[in-house]
């Protein structure tokens, strides 16, 4: 007999952690990263992780969207573009020279603030 897998297991979709125009996909990401934000509204976590610490992630990531439609946050593979508000200036970061997830980058500042206990 021929069983098909529904579409969440098909393609990673975590269902609990998922919301109406953001869902969230797990996935192998590069070892250290629990979560990321994409352009396109989607988040990715780490495959494996407890439903807290997904929750926890998704929280945060969900600071970055936020960010990113208010045109203060973008990205490309070599940059990140930042600025702490919307009529400041750009400031470029190379993706080489910073930490990704660091505390102290100001998006990051930012979404640690927002989603304190």
Do not use: C
């Amino acid at each position: 007999m021929f069983k098909l897998k529904n579409k969440e297991k098909l393609f990673g979709i975590n269902k609990e952690a998922s919301d109406h125009g953001t869902p969230v996909f797990e996935k192998e990401l590069d070892p250290g990263v629990q979560a990321e934000a994409n352009r396109d509204g989607t988040i990715f976590v780490q495959r494996g992780m407890s439903n807290g610490k997904i929750a926890n992630a998704v929280a945060h990531e969900k600071v970055h969207l936020k960010q990113m439609q208010q045109g203060r946050l973008n990205y490309t593979d070599d940059t990140v573009m930042w600025k702490k508000d919307t009529r400041s200036p750009a400031r470029v970061y190379t993706r080489q020279t910073m930490v990704e997830g660091a505390h102290n980058l100001p998006w990051e500042e930012e979404a640690y603030q927002e989603t304190k206990k």
